[in-house]
C-alpha cells in the first residue's frame, strides 16, 4: 500500500486547474508505507476488443522483468527510509496510516500505544464483495485525512483497488484518556467524495464526483441525534471544476470553480455562525486567482502582472472585488511563481528562475517592499509543501524537496529571521543521496525560443556518447513535468543510465505564457521543442538515437506520439502509459467524460475547422504511416475513464498494420531489425497505475526490462554481496 501524497502536501494550486481527473499523472510512487504483499498475477478481459489476445509481447522480457523486480525491491527497501507526508499532527495525538486502518498515538505518554480509530474493514459495506473475480483481496489506500478543530471528528478519503470510487469516512473520536474504540465509532460514509474540509467540529463542506465532473458542494452538520447533508453550491458550466480547500490560519474556507481559462472564489468564515458563502470575484475569461487570508484582508495570488503572469495583490476583507485589488508583489522577468502561501505575517511563494532553480520568496506582509530570496539546494526539482496541524500555531514554512534521483529532504524555513534549517534526523545521507547535480541545458527551436532540458547523469558530459538516454516529456494543461524522487530512475542512474527531462512548452515551467503558446493552434510546438530537445543532446555528445528511449505517459504520449510519426529514427524505444493517443477521435465525441473542457486544450474540430485541421496534423493515431517505427511499450488499463482503452487497442492494431505494410513492400528493409509493439493492458480504473505495491513493482520492471532489450544492452550483472568479515 502507498501513501498518496495529498495527504498532507498542499498542491500547486494555479499551475493548472486543482482537478486530479485530468489525462495527468501526478500521483508519485510513494517509497514508504509500502506492504509488501503477497505476488499476484494480472490477467486481462477486453473480449470486446478487436485484438484477440490484448496484450500481447510480454513474453520475451520475462526473465528480465524477474531481475529487475528484485532490483527494483530491494532499491525501495534502501530508500524506504526517507521522510514523507504520511502522519497527520492533532492537538495532542499523532494519525498514521497502517497496512489495516488509520491509527493514532498520544504524544503526551512517555511510552504511547497505537489506538486504531479506522479499520479498513469497516470501509466496505456488507452488501459489497471483498474479493475480485480474479481471487485478489481488494485493499483500500488513504487518498486524504481531515481532522476537525477541536479533534473530535476525522474524516479520511478511500480509494479501492482498481476502482476509480473513493469513499469518505467520517470518524467521532474518543477522548484521549479513554478507552480505545471497540470498533472505532464511524458515524457515516459518503461516496464519490474528492475534496473536504472541516469549517467547524461539526460541520464538514465537501464536494462529490459525478463521472470525472465535480460540481457540487454540500455541507454535513453532525449533531446529536444523526447527520444532515444540505447542497451549499452547484455549478452549471460544464468545464468547470469545483473543489474546497481551508486557508492556513483555518479561518476561511474557500469553494474555488477552475476552468482551464477562468476562476471564481467563494468563502465561507468559519468564526461566524451562518456559515454562508460570499463572492471574492466574478469569472472572468483569462483571469485566474487564488485566495489566502491574513488578518482583516486576503492575500491573492492571480495572473494579472506583466505578460498575464502570477503576481501577488492584497484586498480587504470587507470589498473582495478586483476593483480593489492592490499591488503587493511581483517577481523579476522570467521568475515565475509556482505557489503561494501565508505564514504568520509573510507569504511565502515558491518560484522558478530562468535558469530553472527552484527558489522561495519570502514577502513580508507589513513591510512587502522588503521582500528577500531564498536559495535551495542546486538539485531541487520539485517541492511539496506540508500542511500544519490543527493545533499548530507557529510561523513555520515545512516543506520537502527531491528531485528523480534525490530522496525527499525535510526543511523549516522560519519567515521572520530568514533561517532555513534541514532535517538532519530524517537518515538523509551524503552517501543515499549520491553527487548528482543535475546539468541545465538549452535547446533552440526553430522559432527561436530556448527550451530547457533538465540532465541527470553519473559520468561527466564528455563521456556521455554511450550512454543509454531516457528521455521524460509531457507538455500538456500547464502542468510542470513530474520530478519527484522516483526509485526506479535512481537505479537507472546507477546502472549508467542518463536521465532528461524536456520541459516542453504546453506545461508552465517558464510561466503562464509556456503554456499558452502550445495550446490549441500552438499544439505542434511542443512536438517541435521535443524534436530540437534531442537534436541538441545529441549534437552536445549525449547519447545517440540507437541508445536513446522516450518515456511519458497520458497526454505525454501525444507530442511523443506526433515525432514517432514524423522522425522514428530519433529513438530505439518508447515507453508510454496509460497513453492519450487518439486526439481528433476524443475532441470529436462530447459524450467522453473529458471532451467538453478538455477543447480548451487541444481545440474543438466538430466547430472550428482550423482546428480539425490542427488536431489532424500530429494526432498520433491519425498520422500513422508505413515506416520503420521505434520499438513501442503501451501499458493500458482496461476500464481507464481518462483515456479509452479503444482508442489504445486502435492505436496498436494500425500501428502493427502499417509496420506489416512497411516491411512487406520494402524489400530493401530485409536487413533492418523489425521493431516490437507490446500491448500491456492490465484491469481496473486506475489512470495512474496500480496501488498495490507489487503490481506497482511488476509494471515497472516490465518498463526497464523492456527498456534494456529493445537499446539492446548487455546483460545487467548481480550486484555483488558484501564479504563477511570473519573476527
Avoid at 479561518?251 to 471574492?280: A, K, Q, Y
Avoid at 491574513?294 to 484586498?315: D, F, M, S
Avoid at 508552465?508 to 524534436?531: I, P, T
Wanted: charged share 20%; aromatic share 6%; with cysteine.
Amino acid at each position: 500500500m502507498f501513501i498518496r501524497s495529498s495527504l498532507l502536501c498542499s498542491p500547486a494550486r494555479l499551475l493548472s486547474t486543482p482537478r486530479s481527473g485530468f489525462r495527468e499523472l501526478a500521483a508519485c510512487k510513494r517509497i514508504t508505507c509500502l506492504r509488501l504483499s503477497a505476488q499476484r498475477r494480472r490477467t486481462s478481459d477486453t473480449s470486446n476488443s478487436s485484438i484477440d489476445h490484448p496484450s500481447s509481447g510480454l513474453e520475451k522480457y520475462k526473465d528480465l522483468q524477474k531481475y529487475f523486480n528484485r532490483r527494483l525491491k530491494a532499491t525501495y527497501r534502501r530508500f524506504s527510509h526517507a521522510p514523507d507526508h504520511s502522519s497527520v499532527r492533532g492537538h495532542h495525538h499523532e494519525y498514521s496510516i497502517r497496512s489495516d486502518g488509520i491509527y493514532r498515538m498520544d504524544q503526551r505518554q512517555s511510552q504511547p500505544v497505537p489506538e486504531q480509530v479506522l479499520s479498513f474493514r469497516q470501509v466496505s459495506g456488507q452488501e459489497e464483495k471483498t474479493v475480485l473475480d480474479n481471487g485478489e483481496r481488494i485493499q483500500w489506500t488513504v487518498q486524504r485525512i481531515r481532522l476537525s478543530p477541536l479533534e473530535k471528528h476525522l474524516a479520511a478519503t478511500l480509494k479501492a483497488t482498481h476502482k476509480e470510487k473513493l469513499r469518505c469516512v467520517v470518524v467521532r473520536l474518543g477522548k484521549g484518556n479513554s478507552p480505545p474504540l471497540d470498533p472505532p465509532h464511524v458515524v457515516l460514509t459518503l461516496d464519490e467524495v474528492l475534496s473536504f474540509e472541516w469549517a467547524t467540529d461539526e460541520v464538514l463542506f465537501y464536494t462529490t464526483l459525478e463521472g470525472l465532473r465535480c460540481s457540487r458542494v454540500s455541507r454535513l452538520d453532525l449533531t446529536a441525534s444523526g447527520s444532515r447533508s444540505t447542497s451549499v453550491y452547484e455549478e452549471s458550466h460544464p468545464d468547470v471544476f469545483v473543489e474546497v480547500s481551508l486557508s492556513r490560519d483555518r479561518r476561511m474556507l474557500s469553494i474555488n470553480c477552475s476552468s482551464r481559462t477562468s476562476s471564481e472564489v467563494l468563502l465561507v468564515d468559519t468564526t461566524t455562525s451562518h456559515l454562508e458563502p460570499f463572492l471574492v470575484q466574478r469569472r472572468q475569461l483569462d483571469l485566474l486567482y487564488h485566495v489566502e487570508h491574513w488578518r482583516k484582508g486576503l492575500i491573492i495570488l492571480t495572473n494579472t502582472g506583466p505578460g498575464q503572469e502570477y503576481q501577488v495583490v492584497q484586498a480587504p476583507l470587507s470589498e473582495p472585488h478586483m476593483v480593489s485589488w492592490g499591488p503587493l508583489f511581483a517577481p523579476d522577468p522570467g521568475t515565475a511563481i509556482k505557489d503561494m502561501d501565508v505564514v504568520g505575517d509573510h507569504c511565502v511563494l515558491v518560484a522558478r528562475t530562468p535558469a530553472g532553480e527552484l527558489i522561495l520568496v519570502v514577502v513580508p506582509l507589513t513591510r512587502h517592499k522588503e521582500a528577500y530570496t531564498v536559495q535551495l539546494p542546486s538539485w531541487a526539482c520539485a517541492i511539496h509543501t506540508k500542511k500544519p496541524g490543527v493545533a499548530d500555531q507557529r510561523s513555520v514554512f515545512e516543506f520537502f524537496i527531491s528531485s528523480p534521483v534525490h530522496l525527499p529532504v525535510s526543511y523549516c524555513l522560519y519567515p521572520e529571521d530568514g533561517l532555513l534549517s534541514s532535517g538532519s534526523g530524517d537518515g538523509t545521507s551524503l552517501e543515499t543521496q549520491g553527487n548528482y547535480t543535475p546539468t541545465h541545458l538549452e535547446a533552440c527551436h526553430q522559432d527561436g525560443t530556448m527550451v530547457p532540458i533538465t540532465l541527470f547523469h553519473s559520468k561527466p558530459v564528455e563521456r556521455l556518447r554511450q550512454a543509454p538516454l531516457l528521455v521524460h516529456v509531457y507538455g500538456a494543461y500547464g502542468r510542470d513535468l513530474n520530478m519527484e524522487f522516483s526509485p526506479e530512475k535512481r537505479l537507472l542512474l546507477e546502472q549508467g543510465w542518463t536521465l532528461a527531462y524536456c520541459h516542453i512548452r504546453g506545461g508552465s515551467e517558464r510561466g503562464l505564457f509556456w503554456q499558452r503558446q502550445a495550446r490549441v493552434e500552438g499544439k505542434q510546438r511542443g512536438v517541435e521543442d521535443l524534436r530540437a530537445c534531442l537534436h541538441h543532446l545529441f549534437s552536445s555528445g549525449v547519447s545517440s538515437p540507437s541508445l536513446t528511449a522516450l518515456a511519458a505517459c497520458s497526454a505525454g504520449a501525444v507530442p511523443v506520439g506526433a515525432l514517432c510519426n514524423r522522425h522514428p529514427h530519433m529513438m530505439r524505444a518508447v515507453a508510454l502509459q496509460a497513453p492519450f493517443l487518439d486526439v481528433l477521435g476524443a475532441m470529436e465525441d462530447p459524450s467522453l467524460p473529458l471532451t467538453l473542457e478538455d477543447r480548451e486544450e487541444w481545440g474543438d474540430p466538430v466547430a472550428n475547422a482550423q482546428h480539425r485541421l490542427t488536431i489532424s496534423s500530429y494526432c498520433p493515431l491519425q498520422n500513422i504511416t508505413p515506416q520503420c517505427y521505434p520499438s513501442i511499450l503501451l501499458t493500458a488499463y482496461s476500464d481507464d475513464p481518462r483515456v479509452p482503452l479503444a482508442g489504445v487497442l486502435r492505436y496498436t492494431e494500425l500501428l502493427k498494420k502499417a509496420l506489416r505494410t512497411h516491411f512487406t513492400m520494402s524489400p530493401e528493409t530485409e536487413s533492418e531489425p523489425a521493431p516490437n509493439v507490446v500491448l500491456n493492458v492490465q484491469p481496473g480504473a486506475n489512470h495512474h497505475g496500480p496501488e498495490d505495491f507489487e503490481l506497482m513493482l511488476e509494471e515497472e520492471a516490465l518498463t526497464l526490462a523492456f527498456l534494456h532489450a529493445e537499446l539492446g544492452l548487455d546483460p545487467p550483472r548481480a550486484p555483488r554481496r558484501r564479504k563477511r568479515q570473519h573476527s
